[in-house]
């Protein structure tokens, strides 16, 4: 055999996990037999996301999957494309297609068209890497065009849109990053990626709803005591916040969270985060906001600087049995104590909380994920007296996709069998809409001195409607290490508010039933319920 038949044979046969990038993609269906094992260990901090691959690991070991017979079935079923692993160095390359047909009655056909890359791999034992990129074009049902339309995004899968023909959006997508871990304790990352705080479906705190953005990340293992640190570089695509004709607004944002394990059942964490900015892009990072262990708001006060958007959050969650998990968060964007126990629906009482329970062994059968979750936020949450610093980035919010100003209840249910399986979402909430040039605070894009009235504020208020969204869906894996699968299902959308619909509110009132069929790369979580 020829020396360079033996180079290609290497790149092209896989050996073990090694390989990957050292922190999982933040994907719920992907994870779910994983995070099964993860929540019956008492020392792993589960609401902080992407979860570390060593620590994974080291829980559940590596599932590697080897094929056998000819190249083609290996590659086809079993194996990443290309794949080399050394002592040194290793890496994989796989490609990443959605090819999906839809059908929506009385519509134009529906379709998505995604190819890209998907390449991870290390340097020597501490340094991984990530890189990710897909060129899409699609035609959306009308509620997700509409969003565009306004927002000039996919919420949480495109970067700015393009007209493709008429009635199809042309759009890319991408993930770039670089993890170090020195030693036991600490863990330094940085790159364009996403992060998820919490335990939930959704995030009030951080979610993976938006687009990526560039971000520096430090994670410290101490003891029962986890400590986080995020600073990130964020967008706004709205065209009057640029300074400079086609050149995004910026925007920046710094956190820290720190997550303790009282018990071996019992974790609780809390959360605070800043976005500041100036309108006129003269402010760059300021490095008074890089200290990873002082409270945000004294720090604002001592720059002088009163224009930042601080948060504060925090986060439990209860192990009652093996993979039965009681969770929730609180946000608090801004209150009065005074204006609280007035109880006059002060504008000022801005925060949300959230409710649930999950259970990775429902019913005692394996395989089977159930959850039921309560989401609420009052009105005028995350938004901001200058809109340039609200909780969002590229035309979607942080943490809860549908900003502020409803009430939500998730049911889902996940189950996996082999190389099979099939989720079922049911989603009921009531959410404000603003009316015509009224701001009543779901829109995180409108500035809080805008609103309508300073008393007598409510969840749910302006434009009340009421929200229904489900799919059901059933998929085959044809390679779990790429996460190709071959799927078919539908989504039925529904959502009617009281009012007119004004052209420029982004929860278009209407109803959808899109049923599709495909063979996609699942990389990570894509949000149609908004």
């Keep these: 055999m020829s020396k360079t038949l033996r180079l290609a044979l290497l790149f092209l046969v896989g050996f073990s996990l090694k390989a990957q990038y050292q922190f999982r993609q933040i994907n719920t269906l992907n994870n779910l037999r994983e995070d099964a094992l993860i929540y ?52 994989t390359v796989d490609p990443v297609v959605n090819l999906q047909l839809g059908y929506e009655p009385n519509q134009d056909y529906r379709f998505i068209n995604t190819r890209g890359y998907n390449v991870s791999g290390r340097i020597g034992r501490n340094l991984s890497f990530r890189s990710i990129f897909l060129e899409n074009q699609a035609r959306f049902p009308d509620y997700i065009k509409h969003y565009s339309s306004i927002r000039r995004v996919i919420p949480g899968q495109s970067s700015l849109t393009r007209s493709f023909g008429e009635t199809a959006l042309d759009y890319t997508y991408f993930e770039g990053e670089i993890s170090y871990k020195p030693n036991q304790f600490f863990n330094f990352t940085a790159g ?7 335990e939930g479906h959704r995030s009030l705190l951080l979610s993976d709803a938006s687009f990526s953005y560039p971000f520096f990340r430090i994670e410290t293992d101490v003891w029962r005591i986890k400590y986080v640190n995020l600073w990130a570089q964020l967008y706004d695509p709205r065209r009057e916040a640029q300074v400079n004709k086609g050149v995004l607004a ?42 990873p262990v002082v409270f945000y708001r004294p720090v604002e006060f001592a720059v002088g600087s ?94 809860h996709p549908w900003g502020a100003n409803f009430h939500e209840i998730v049911f889902q249910n996940i189950y996996q069998r082999d190389r099979w399986e099939f989720d079922f979402q049911f989603t009921f909430g009531l959410a404000g ?69 004004s052209a420029d509110i982004s929860m278009l009132q209407t109803q959808s039933t899109w049923f599709f069929v495909g063979l996609r790369t699942e990389l990570f979580n894509q949000y149609f319920d908004l």
């Design 40 to 91: 019956e260990q008492a020392s792993f901090h589960t609401s902080i996301r992407p979860f570390n691959r060593r620590l994974v690991d080291s829980i559940s070991s590596p599932n590697i999957i080897r094929g056998s017979g000819s190249w083609w079935n290996r590659k086809l079923w079993y194996e990443n494309l290309v794949r080399i692993e050394t002592d040194d160095y290793a890496f």
């Design 192 to 198: 364009q990626g996403r992060n998820f705080i919490g």
């Design 433 to 501: 809409n603003d009316r015509q040039g009224e701001n009543w605070g779901s829109d995180v894009y409108q500035s809080y001195e805008s609103r309508v009235q300073d008393l007598g504020n409510d969840i749910a208020q302006g434009a009340t409607g009421k929200y229904y969204y489900t799919h059901l869906r059933a998929a085959y894996v044809l390679n779990p290490p790429d996460g190709l699968k071959l799927e078919a299902g539908f989504r039925y959308r529904y959502f009617d508010s009281n009012t007119d619909q």
């Design 306 to 399: 009163r224009n930042g958007n601080a948060l504060l959050g925090a986060n439990s969650s209860y192990k009652f049995k093996k993979g039965l998990v009681a969770y929730g968060q609180f946000v608090l964007d801004e209150f009065r104590i005074a204006a609280i126990l007035g109880n006059e629906g002060d504008w000022t009482n801005k925060f949300g909380w959230q409710i649930g329970f999950k259970d990775y062994n429902a019913w005692g059968i394996d395989g089977l994920f159930q959850r039921l979750e309560y989401n609420a936020v009052r009105p005028y949450t995350y938004s901001h007296r200058v809109v340039l610093t609200n909780y969002a980035h590229y035309g979607s919010p942080l943490a």
């Design 250 to 291: 910026k925007k920046y944002l710094s956190s820290h969270y720190l997550s303790i394990n009282l018990t071996d059942r019992w974790n609780f964490a809390i959360f605070e985060s800043i976005v500041y900015g100036d309108t006129n892009q003269l402010q760059a990072l300021d490095v008074s906001f890089l200290n």
